[in-house]
């Protein structure tokens, strides 16, 4: 007969949870029947790693405050779940829902250890993020770059100074978009870190080359011809590497190394 009030919003922000009764109702057996329209703001763990093609998991989480007298929590079915709200932009990807439960040993120094098992419901909801604009702002930008850089190879060996111009411009263009592209700030490597990473090693050849070749002139045009397939297989390599870390990461609802 308490309602709502036998639940625990495990990740909400208390400062602002709302609560709003739509219908209550007494069933047979002394059941009731509750309908409420929950407002909060409800806190979940990002995965940043694949910025800008990231997936998240955001979940809403709760349990009973006692479980010894309300019993347990029956789980809501996936296909129940409501699917119908504003993602501003994101695209989702699909739901989740079911109990995870946690196993926790205690040993106190002056009581016998024993075990205690918690558990939440969660209903979680699989978020792709729109990437398009960042495709559009940084990935067009360092292929021109690359080309440009790329073109500088196919130069005389008696411009070498406009070839070290346009390395050298194309490198330091990298990294002023760098750091001018808005990204998350995690304590790992980024997919972004990744391919401005990955796009130095790029340019980073190209200049060893000049460098090298620059005290053999006579080896300049064959030199560079090997170094433009290099070029080519660490692309295909960066390409599919790229690739693969994006694919690998499908985000989980994780209890405490448990997950669902």
């Known amino acids: 007969e308490e309602g709502i009030e036998i639940l625990r919003f495990n990740n909400a922000t208390h400062e602002n949870f709302e609560s709003k009764l739509i219908k209550k109702e007494m069933l047979d057996d002394d059941y009731y029947y509750f309908r409420y329209y929950i407002s909060s703001t409800f806190t979940f763990n990002p995965y940043p790693e694949n910025y800008p093609f990231d997936k998240q998991m955001v979940f809403i989480s ?3 405050v006692d479980n010894d007298k309300y019993g347990l929590v029956q789980t809501i079915k996936s296909q129940d779940v409501d699917r119908h709200f504003i993602t501003d ?16 040993h205690y040993n106190p120094v002056f009581k016998k250890k024993y075990i205690r098992v918690s558990e939440e419901n969660r209903i979680g909801t699989i978020l792709s993020r729109p990437n398009s604009f960042t495709v559009a702002k940084i990935l067009i930008p360092l292929v021109f770059l690359a080309f440009l850089a790329l073109f500088g190879t196919y130069l005389p060996f008696d411009e070498l100074e406009t070839i070290i111009a346009l390395t050298t411009a194309s490198f330091l263009s990298a990294i002023a978009l760098y750091f001018s592209t808005e990204r998350p700030n995690p304590l790992s490597l980024t997919t972004i870190d990744l391919i401005f990473l990955l796009f130095y090693f790029f340019v980073g050849i190209i200049l060893v080359a000049i460098f090298v070749l620059g005290f053999f002139p006579e080896y300049y045009v064959i030199g560079l011809s090997y170094t433009r397939w290099v070029l080519l297989f660490f692309t295909i390599f960066s390409c599919l590497y790229i690739y693969k870390r994006v694919k690998s990461f499908f985000p989980t609802m994780k209890f405490d190394g448990a997950e669902s």
Do not use: N
């Open 62 to 64: 709760f349990s009973l």
């Open 89 to 104: 932009g994101w695209k989702v990807l699909g739901f989740r829902s079911g109990i995870i439960r946690k196993k926790d």
